[in-house]
């Protein structure tokens, strides 16, 4: 009788997910289950329904294999930044150096300080209530997080020994905000969506940054939109740096990687 009272539980709320417009309402309906009951799982239901995203409704989102902490009003980290993560690690040598900037609740430099303990991680960003959340993810693991504007946080004895910055920094072209999905345009900051007029303004500041921060062999490492990425690209080549564009169609995903300059084999 138990199965089938679960059973029944699982199809009303999937039910009462799915008319509210959710596409993956059996699998949300699952994780609201396994988390959740009585009056904490029917006000869920019911954030759920009016749009708050169900990462900020859970407290933490899948990334990588781990749950990330991800408090309300912070960035939901999405499957595709793992294309982020395999270029990030491949170019991180051992023991090496890595910097998320723009980080939010600093998923990616989470896994890296998670996966490889022989790295020094270190993640920034502005926003306060991304900080607090980055700090509950990465310290766990041993890592720093600081608070600045892009890399103004960073200490200045790790400038130019960085080995890989890496940054899902905003890249939605302003103009476009009013398209994105109510959840993410009304639940997660503008200051982590909006990537100014052509949607590569904050990465060009990232870019920036990189020169000073890298190492001579270091790499930069940024998430796109395959849209963009082009001009992505471009702004690198304008800062010194040769450009990649990375493709992975089963993440749906973009990202472009910087170098000062080919290894010896290419």
Request: aromatic share 4%; proline share 5%.
């Amino acid at each position: 009788m138990a199965d089938v009272a679960d059973a029944g539980a699982r199809a009303e709320v999937a039910a009462r997910l799915r008319s509210a417009g959710s596409v993956f309402a059996e699998e949300e309906a699952d994780l609201l289950l396994a988390e959740l009951d009585g009056d904490e799982l029917e006000l869920a239901i019911q954030d759920r329904v009016h749009g708050e995203p169900l990462e900020h409704i859970l407290g933490w989102a899948e990334f990588a294999g781990l749950r990330v902490a991800v408090h309300p009003g912070v960035f939901v980290p999405r499957r595709r930044t793992e294309l982020l993560l395999e270029q990030a690690l491949a170019h991180l040598p051992r023991h090496g150096l890595l910097v998320e900037l723009c980080c939010g609740s600093a998923a990616l430099a989470t896994a890296v300080a998670a996966g490889r303990a022989d790295a020094s991680v270190l993640a920034s960003d502005l926003d306060r209530a991304a900080v607090d959340c980055a700090r509950e993810n990465l310290e766990r693991y041993g890592g720093q997080v600081v608070t600045g504007d892009i890399a103004s946080g960073v200490p200045e004895q790790l400038w130019g020994r960085v080995d890989v910055v890496v940054a899902n920094a905003p890249y939605v072209p302003t103009r476009q905000l009013g398209l994105m999905p109510a959840e993410a345009r009304l639940h997660e900051p503008v200051l982590a969506l909006d990537g100014g007029p052509d949607g590569t303004r904050v990465q060009d500041r990232v870019v920036a940054a990189a020169v000073e921060l890298l190492s001579p062999t270091g790499v930069v490492v940024v998430e796109a939109s395959r849209s963009e990425a082009e001009q992505t690209a471009a702004r690198m080549v304008w800062r010194g740096f040769i450009p990649d564009v990375v493709l992975d169609d089963d993440l749906d995903a973009t990202c472009v990687v910087g170098r000062r300059s080919l290894p010896p084999d290419e």
